[in-house]
Structure formats: C-alpha cells, structure tokens
C-alpha cells in the first residue's frame, strides 16, 4: 500500500508557478512544464491562471492566508484504519466507517475513492456456484482444449459441438384475433403472456460446426433419450456429414459433447469409437 502524507502539496505548487512566473512565462506555458514536473500532482489550467493574476497584482507569498475553519489532514493511520474496516467487511457502510474511526462520511468518501481507489460493485448472479474440484477440472479441461488448438492443424474445421434443450408449445393469439371494437380514444385490448402447455417437444441432439447447424432431431412427445435413441442421432451424424459438409470425415471429427449419462454410457462410447469421433473434454457447468 502506498504511503499517503499528511500535508499538501499545494505550497509546493505555488512556488514551482512563482518560479516559472518569474521567468516571465505564459500561463499555457506554466502549466505545459508544471504537468510534466508534477506528473499527475500538478494543478488544473484554472488554477495556475487565478495564481498568475494574483503574481501580477503582487500578491507573491506562497503561505495560507489566515481563514477560518480547520485544514483537512488525511493521516497515514486513518487510512490505514479504514483500508482494513473494508477488508474485513465488504459490505460495511460509510457511516459505519465514519463512526468507528471517528471521522466524517465525506472524509471516508474520499479515502474510499481518491486514495484507496476503491468502489462498491453488486453482486453478479451465476447459474451455479462451483465447487474447487469442479474449478480445478474446467482448468484443466480448458487447458486440454488449448492444447489440441495448438497442436492439432485447422482444430475448428474438425470440431462439431452438440446441445439438447427442451422447446415448449405456446398457442398464442394472432394480432388478427387479438381485435376487438372499441370506441375512439379508447385504449387498446392488452395481450397477457401466456402460459406453458402441458405439450412440449425436446429438440435433442442439435449438431452443428463453424460454418452452421447440420442436423436437428426432434424426440417425439413422451419419449425419453436413452443411450440407443442418442446412437442412431450419431448414424445420421455420420451420414449428414457425407452429405453437406464433403471431405470433413477423412481430416477426423472431434466431437464436444456435455456429459450426461447417456452421452457417456458404454454402448454410446463405442459407436463414437466404430465411427472414428475423438471425444474433446467439456467444461463441467458454466459459471456464467
């Protein structure tokens, strides 16, 4: 953590600008050699101009003026203090801050933001919360995948991803249906969101590569996917990949696939094995 002073450098400022103003130099100027000098320290155009009209009347002592009011001094220990609060509870409020170290919210805002460079961010809601084992395997399985990217020569043309989702029936009203006669001025009919039929279709097996989807199976109503219903998908794989995508099975598929149970049953992997597909390692769950 950097150190942070208990003065301002203000002072400091003012007789850089007496100086330069000395030398009989433009305020543009002051201000182009103060803000390579000072870095980031240095003084807003507007300001070096009020120093520069107060120079010219003769007005040349760089001390504070006697005013009224106690200067703000940010001391190392009460930003330490407050660094601390924060890192112990994230969620603890400016006030809370204010009334434990004894300073004021305004004081705490600007520790918070202009010293510690540090702001509040909402929560990001995930699907699911990962465990370390299934962290450690997406690690290793995004490495494996780099690696065949590395390795492996035109590793997009051979890959050939799959998903399965289910699609829902809706019998909504047309726009022509939805009419009704009302008297002018009046408000429109409103159309409520419909609900789920009892009837759904699952969309399985859905293949597709970089150029676009290949083959899309639709599992009749009522049925379950099982281990033989998910092989005679990979059989008319094989045949819509002679058809629409030629000379894609001599270079060698590689096939990503999720792993669910019928995917990776006995019988499925051995017609992977008969059709010549290399299994490419999924990512267990998606954190986003």
Known sequence: MAEYKAISTANESSRLEQ?????????SNIHDDMSQTLWNQYPLYSTVKN???????????TNDEEHLGQPRVIVLEKVDALHNLILENCRISAKGIANIIGISCELVFVIIHKHLNMKKLSAKWVPKCLTTDQKSMRV???????QH???IMNFLDQL????????????PDTEEQSEEGRHSGSPGPKMF????????VMMTSVFWDKKGIMLVNYLQNGSTII???????????????????SGKLCKGILSLQYNASTHTAQATMAKLGELGFQLVDHLPYSPD
């Open 19 to 27: 100086f330069l103003f000395l030398q009989g130099k433009s305020v």
């Open 51 to 61: 120093w520069v009209a107060k120079f010219k009347m003769g007005h040349l002592s």
């Open 140 to 146: 290793k399985t995004s490495s494996f995948i780099c």
């Open 149 to 151: 990217f590395k390795t």
């Open 160 to 171: 050939v991803s799959m998903y399965e989702t289910w699609i829902y029936l809706y019998d």
């Open 193 to 200: 969101k419909v609900q789920k039929l009892a009837t759904k």
């Open 227 to 245: 281990s033989r219903y998910y092989i005679e998908c990979l059989d008319q794989l094989k045949a819509t990949l002679k058809a629409k995508r």
